[in-house]
């Protein structure tokens, strides 16, 4: 069987929120490509709602490109705990926490005009938004981060 790195994370023993480096992978040219596990809610105790999981994904889309070069993807864990996020290269892991800090309270102080690609001619599931939720979500991570 094919191993997967995430499946064999121990997710009885994580405490989110957290980031976390989950693999390196490097390519047959010699890129390095880096994922990440950013955690917002504690596994098996708690999931982000699709509607919110679905707004903080095309936020964050954007937001994070605004704070990192070479971001390939951030896409929503099948668990809806968190993110996965997949770039170019390794950031130190204290600095892309703060990162996701920043991004995070982008999120909070977001509109829903600001919310990008939301018509159903740019996005599969147009109606299944919620900023509020993504908005109470990202304020749940900010006070698990800072209670650390």
């Keep these: 069987m094919i191993k997967v790195e995430s499946f064999n994370l121990d997710h009885t023993k994580v405490k989110a929120p957290y980031v976390r480096l989950s693999e390196r992978i490097k ?3 010699g890129d390095m490509v ?8 504690q596994p098996n105790t708690d999931s982000i709602p699709t509607g919110g999981l679905h707004t903080l994904e095309h936020l964050f889309a954007v937001y994070f490109r605004k ?10 864990m099948g668990c809806r705990t968190g993110f996965y996020l997949s770039k170019f290269g390794e950031t130190p ?11 995070l309270e982008e999120v909070i102080n977001s ?9 159903e001619k740019e996005c599969g599931n147009f109606k299944d938004h919620s900023l509020f939720t993504a908005k109470e979500y990202a304020k749940r991570t900010l006070e698990g981060f800072k209670k650390r």
């Design 27 to 29: 390519g047959p040219k």
């Design 93 to 103: 892991l204290e600095e892309l926490q703060q990162i996701f800090i920043n991004v």
């Design 67 to 76: 704070y990192l070069k070479d971001v390939i993807d951030i896409s929503p």
């Design 111 to 119: 509109r829903t005009e600001d919310i990008p690609a939301v018509t």
């Design 34 to 41: 880096v994922k990440y596990d950013l955690r917002m809610v």
